[in-house]
């Protein structure tokens, strides 16, 4: 049997995780001197509660390679294969640790990919793989499509306010002032494994016009793609954000975005993740999915 493991930061919801039997591994939170493991110890709206009233942004923390450990040789001992989908080693250690893992374990039954993705789009592929899984597809197949597909994955996120890229160093406190008075929104993507800032734009109206855009023209979504859409404790933005889409697709997973993530892009974001335009053959594996 092939195991498919991931990390809490594919935000993918328990309900998801649980048909598609998807073992989760935390990362951890700390405001303070108290330490939370995403999505286990606080709820959504606890988080984003404490969030909203803290001084400085929590620290975040990669799942350490003990962690991972104890996974793996549960599964090894079982005669099962595993396959961990974890978020980029250009934003976390936490690839490098199931790395270390993996290599104590000493089984060629572990597979770790790097997804080079986070959230929304590490959900997408994790999805992906849980198709090839119960499509019958041996465990060395499914990396192999992995890590072909994953720099066909786009992930498109609204930032709604710059108080938590100020509190985090990423905005100046000025810069915060004259966009929160302009209604900037960020829009924020991942390029080569790292966050990294696609635009700027005048409100949310514009914001969502911005991703449509991008999703249409420059980097048209493939029409066999999974859409994943996600929010910051923003459900009613995420509606509105939906209904701006016509989608020809046969799965729209809907979700939200835990504490690792939101950390650092705050309350109120939305965002989208799909595979743009593939070559044929890997075109050929989503249509089989």
């Not at 020809?248 to 939305?270: D, L, M, Q, S, W």
Request: overall charge negative.
């Amino acid at each position: 049997m092939i195991r498919i493991l991931t990390d809490s930061t594919c935000d993918l919801l328990p309900k998801y995780l649980e048909k598609f039997d998807v073992e989760v591994l935390p990362l951890s939170v700390t405001f303070g001197d108290e330490t939370f493991r995403d999505g286990v110890d606080l709820t959504h709206e606890e988080f984003y509660a404490r969030l909203a009233n803290a001084e400085k942004l929590p620290t975040t923390a990669q799942i350490p390679p003990a962690l991972f450990e104890d996974a793996f040789r549960k599964h090894v001992e079982a005669g099962d294969e595993v396959l961990a989908i974890l978020i980029s080693s250009g934003i976390s250690g936490t690839y490098q640790s199931a790395c270390i893992a993996k290599e104590a374990v000493g089984s060629d039954a572990v597979h770790v990919v790097d997804s080079r993705q986070a959230t929304l789009s590490l959900g997408l592929l994790v999805h992906l793989a849980c198709l090839l899984r119960d499509n019958g597809k041996p465990v060395e197949e499914i990396e192999r499509i992995l890590n072909e597909i994953k720099k066909y994955a786009r992930l498109w996120v609204i930032i709604d306010t710059l108080k938590y890229l100020k509190m985090g160093g990423r905005v100046s406190p000025a810069a915060s002032v004259v966009g929160e008075i302009m209604g900037i929104k960020p829009l924020v993507t991942m390029e080569e494994g790292a966050v990294a800032v696609a635009g700027k734009v005048r409100g949310k109206a514009a914001a969502i016009k911005w991703v449509l855009g991008r999703m249409h023209m420059q980097n048209k979504a493939d029409t066999h793609s999974a859409y994943v859409f996600g929010h910051t404790n923003a459900p009613e933005s995420l509606e509105e954000f939906l209904d701006h889409f016509t989608l020809f697709t046969k799965t729209v997973i809907e979700t939200r975005v835990g504490a690792v993530i939101g950390t650092h892009g705050g309350p109120g974001c939305i965002g989208v993740a799909y595979f743009e335009t593939l070559p044929k053959d890997l075109q050929q594996v989503l249509a089989e999915g």
